[in-house]
């Protein structure tokens, strides 16, 4: 079994170098919610370095709220400004000899973009126009998923170590209890039981199916690096290879 293990880098969380060591893809952060043109040339110098394959992070204009507010853009201005995200990423890193794989969303972009079908069409079309090679990383499920199948794009369906579900498969939202899993014992019995039997029990008891082909695992947790080595260690001890 091979798991792509993922992180979002380039947010000033002071443990990318760290975190590098460890995934085998990163989504680096564009501007919009975190970041800058030197970040960017940074973290994608730091990833060439660690082998690990390079993604770009595209947020909702947000930097007051970390890319976490809810906006109501136009379809053709989520268009616009997700191509502009992905294009200046694929650009630095074409730049420094590496070539960008996939895109994923930031927070409530992501979010709504798992609702959202015109959102979600957007952004896939977007990506498609950048590079139609590209992978499109979404919620396992989700509309965003269905977008990037319609525009001929790979998907990776993506699970959170970390984060509670609804029974539909979706995110608790972070406004909400049960949205952030402290336990790491808890957190980790989760994700192996998304990967290995493709579900997981929601935070009302029922269970959701789910398709786990990348695991998110989010570097700005207190013990973000400690749960990063023990997730690597079961997915090790299960036979999991960890491959982008």
């Known amino acids: 079994m091979i798991i792509d293990l993922n992180a979002d880098l380039g947010e000033g969380c002071g443990r990318d170098a760290e975190l590098l060591k460890l995934v085998s893809s990163a989504n680096i952060a564009c501007g919009f919610h975190a970041g800058d043109a030197q970040t960017m040339l940074a973290s994608v110098r730091e990833a060439l370095k660690n082998g690990v394959a390079i993604g770009a992070h595209p947020s909702f204009p947000d930097r007051e709220n970390f890319g976490r507010t809810a906006m109501n853009l ?14 200046a990423l694929a650009a630095i890193t074409r730049a420094e000899g590496g070539v960008m794989r996939h895109v994923k969303p930031h927070g409530m972009l992501y979010n709504q973009a798992a609702k959202d079908a015109q959102l979600a069409d957007a952004i896939a079309k977007a990506v ?12 396992a499920g989700s509309e965003l998923i269905r977008a990037g199948e319609r525009y001929g794009l790979k998907t990776r369906q993506e699970v959170f170590a970390d984060r509670g579900y609804q029974a539909d498969g979706s995110l608790v939202p972070r406004t909400q209890p049960g949205a952030l899993i402290e336990d790491e014992e808890q957190a980790l019995a989760q994700t192996l039981g998304m990967v290995e039997s493709g579900r997981v029990k ?22 973000a690096l400690a749960f990063a080595r023990r997730l690597r260690a079961a997915f090790e001890a299960c036979r999991i290879n960890i491959e982008a």
């Open 74 to 87: 136009p379809p053709e201005t989520v268009y616009a400004q997700t191509l502009y995200q992905t294009g």
């Open 202 to 223: 929601s935070i009302t008891g029922e269970w959701a199916s789910v398709t786990a082909q990348t695991v998110c695992i989010h570097g700005d947790g207190e013990h």
């Open 128 to 139: 498609r126009a950048c590079d139609p090679s590209l992978i499109l990383v979404g919620l």
